[in-house]
């Protein structure tokens, strides 16, 4: 204490706290950042269980579908092989991009079938490039009589909020609006279910580069191809958790080193 002896006052020497509004934010930062690396540890989790049981729907057996397609149980079947037989509808066929594969710009082929013992449903036929896409077209077009497809159920897209509006009046497709495709060629009234199955490939990589050549689609890989980047989350998180957690003890320490020299 510094005090200064006079007729009227005594002045004391102000006393400092030891934890500023600076370090207290700055210790908060490493609890806030080790919570959110623990909800990441739990995604991932639940990240693996879902891609494990995605993967051994896809192992099964194709199965056939139904004349008639229970949509609210599609969820339930999401990346099961089917095996759909009809005839193409290429009237409705549709462009669906700009998609990229293997550094290419292009589109995918959406052509519906119109099954033989069922409902019409939209195949993704592939992979096409965007300097063929109309060749693409017109080949699809020539394409008569009975088809059998081998291809794998999908659920609708989410459209992120940097996606345009689709506008088919203008021939453009840059989202999967699944409801809006079945709308477009025909709907309920012509027997077409909103029903999108992604027709698989299974040749080789010299094949699919000869039929992206000629302007034939290259369908999917019959793999599961949910993004899991929870484990670069995880380490993000609990990286900076450690990192703030040290910033904060090294303040401490400073503060407390300040402190011990100011006079008492």
């Known amino acids: 204490m510094l005090s200064t002896e006079g007729p009227s006052q005594t002045y004391r020497a102000k006393r400092e706290p030891l934890i500023t509004p600076t ?21 991932l989790k639940w ?28 969820p339930d079947f999401a990346f099961r092989k089917v095996v759909l037989k009809g005839r193409w509808d290429n009237a409705h066929a549709l462009l669906l991009g700009p998609r990229v594969r293997d550094g290419t710009i292009g589109y995918h082929l959406v052509v519906p079938l119109v099954r033989t013992d069922g409902s019409t449903v939209l195949v993704d036929r592939g992979f096409v490039t965007k300097d063929l896409a109309q060749t693409a077209k017109q080949i699809q077009s020539q394409a008569q009589g009975e088809a059998e497809v081998l291809g ?30 079945a709308a477009y060629a025909g709907g309920e ?39 899991n980047s929870h484990v670069s989350y995880i380490v993000t998180w609990y990286s900076l958790s450690a990192f703030t957690t040290v910033m904060f003890i090294r303040l401490l320490l400073k503060r407390r080193q300040a402190l011990a020299r100011l006079p008492r």
């Open 189 to 227: 009234a012509a027997g077409v279910q909103p029903v999108f199955v992604e027709e698989i490939f299974e040749g080789h990589a010299g094949e699919a580069s000869t039929r992206v050549s000629h302007g034939l689609p290259v369908g999917r890989s019959p793999t599961v191809d949910i993004r």
């Open 47 to 74: 990240k693996v269980a879902l891609i494990d049981d995605l993967e051994e729907k896809l192992e099964r057996e194709p199965m056939p579908l139904p004349p008639q397609i229970n949509l609210a149980a599609l």
């Open 23 to 43: 370090m207290v934010l700055v210790g908060i930062i490493p609890i806030f950042t080790f919570a959110l690396g623990t909800w990441q540890v739990q995604r």
């Open 152 to 181: 794998m159920l999908r659920t609708a897209q989410v459209r992120n909020k940097f996606t345009p509006d689709n506008h088919p009046e203008k021939g453009e497709w840059y989202w999967a609006d699944v409801d809006a495709m």
